[in-house]
């Protein structure tokens, strides 16, 4: 099991910038491929962004070159580090996490974090 907080958050013009964090508490990130999710009202919840044990990175079309994962091994903690920020990234946020075996995800979005919300005003 693995328990996920995220922080962060917060309101920002356009154009703006934030990182989020997300503290895990529990299994190890080795354990585990990290994620983040977003979720504005009334649209279907998005991955936007994921890293593996072996810091390997992909991202949403939506997203690429403007937001960055990464991740403390050591402290546990992932990051999400979003620049150029734009109305619609206007959403809750959620850390995530599915189980690695061998080095691959499997894809199973099982340990979500309560989420953190970011407002991006024009």
């Known amino acids: 099991q693995v328990q996920l907080v995220e922080s962060g958050g917060g309101s920002v013009q356009a154009g703006g910038s934030l990182r989020l964090s997300c503290a895990a508490s529990?299994?190890?990130?080795?354990?585990?491929?990290m994620n983040w999710f977003r979720q504005a009202p009334g649209k279907e919840r998005e991955r936007l962004a994921g890293i593996d044990s072996n810091a390997n990175t992909d991202y949403a079309d939506s997203v690429k070159g403007r937001f960055t994962i990464s991740q403390d091994n050591a402290k546990n903690i992932l990051y999400l580090q979003m620049n150029s920020l734009k109305p619609e990234d206007t959403a809750m946020y959620y850390c995530?996490?599915?189980?690695?075996?061998?080095?691959?995800?499997?894809?199973?979005?099982?340990?979500w974090g309560q989420g953190t919300q970011v407002t991006v005003s024009s």
């Open positions: 995530v996490a599915d189980r690695a075996a061998y080095g691959v995800c499997s894809g199973v979005y099982r340990y």
């Open positions: 529990g299994q190890t990130y080795s354990s585990f491929c």
